[in-house]
């Protein structure tokens, strides 16, 4: 390869490198999830799609939580995370929200539905 397209691979790959470091969680910034800039992104992923089905433990309809009751999302979060409710992947997430980010999630979802 020429040495004008080396250069120009390298700094491409720079720059990518840089923008992951610069996408970090900063310390002491008010993140709601770390790791997530919108920690509800891990529920719409299954919740947010009409008529979705999972595999996973069993085949089973994934309803819509857009609209629910923010009580209603936040007890079932609870039961979830104490392993009131048994679904594999809900308790894990669920384990990982603590008190105020379930919160924040049924206010989110507890408005109307689009």
């Known amino acids: 390869m020429s040495q ?3 250069a120009s691979l390298a700094a491409a790959a720079l720059f990518v ?27 719409i992923g299954c919740h947010g799609i009409p008529g979705y089905k999972t595999a ?6 994934v ?3 857009a609209g629910q009751q923010p009580g209603y999302i936040v007890s079932a979060l609870k039961a ?26 049924a206010d989110y979802y507890g408005r109307a539905a689009k």
Do not use: W
């Open 80 to 105: 979830y995370k104490s392993g009131e409710r048994s679904h594999p992947s809900m308790r894990g997430i669920a384990a990982s929200l603590d008190e105020d980010q379930m919160k924040k999630l």
């Open 63 to 65: 309803p819509k939580i």
């Open 4 to 6: 004008p397209i080396l």
């Open 56 to 61: 996973y433990p069993m085949v089973y309809h």
């Open 17 to 43: 490198g840089a923008q992951n470091g610069f996408a970090q969680d900063k310390a002491g910034a008010d993140v709601p999830h770390p790791g997530t800039e919108n920690f509800h992104a891990q529920c």
